[in-house]
């Protein structure tokens, strides 16, 4: 079992940065992919990045909307992770949901979510 807690949520300005973390309880990292949605009101939740690794090999996977903006990171030693998001638009107003125990970009291939950390962006 995994539990994940998400924070760094909160309001800034259009061009300006957040990052928000992922901490995991009950399970390490080490054996799993993780990845954030999000989810506006009136829509789906919606892939935004993913960090798999095996052995020494990462691999990092962004939408088509955050690539080049939003950088996903992981420290195995505090067990979390990270998303830096850079140039905010008021489009990437959602609540942020960190996800575990799946591969892929879709939100129903999933195991495991957090609470969810609200993101606001301001134009």
């Known amino acids: 079992q995994v539990q994940l807690v998400e924070s760094g949520g909160g309001l800034v300005q259009a061009g300006g940065s957040l990052r928000l973390s992922c901490a995991a309880s009950?399970?390490?990292?080490?054996?799993?992919?993780v990845a954030w949605f999000r989810q506006a009101p009136g829509k789906e939740r919606e892939f935004v990045s993913r960090?798999?690794?095996?052995?020494?090999?990462?691999?990092?996977y962004y939408a088509d909307s955050v690539k080049g903006r939003f950088t996903i990171s992981r420290d195995n030693a505090k067990n979390t992770v990270y998303l830096q998001m850079n140039s905010l638009q008021p489009e990437d107003t959602a609540v942020y949901y960190c996800?575990?125990?799946?591969?892929?970009?879709?939100?129903?291939?999933?195991?495991?979510w957090g609470q969810g950390t609200q993101v606001t962006v301001s134009s």
């Open positions: 960090i798999s690794w095996s052995g020494s090999t990462t691999r990092y």
């Open positions: 996800a575990a125990g799946g591969w892929g970009m879709v939100a129903s291939e999933y195991n495991y």
């Open positions: 009950g399970r390490t990292f080490s054996s799993l992919s």
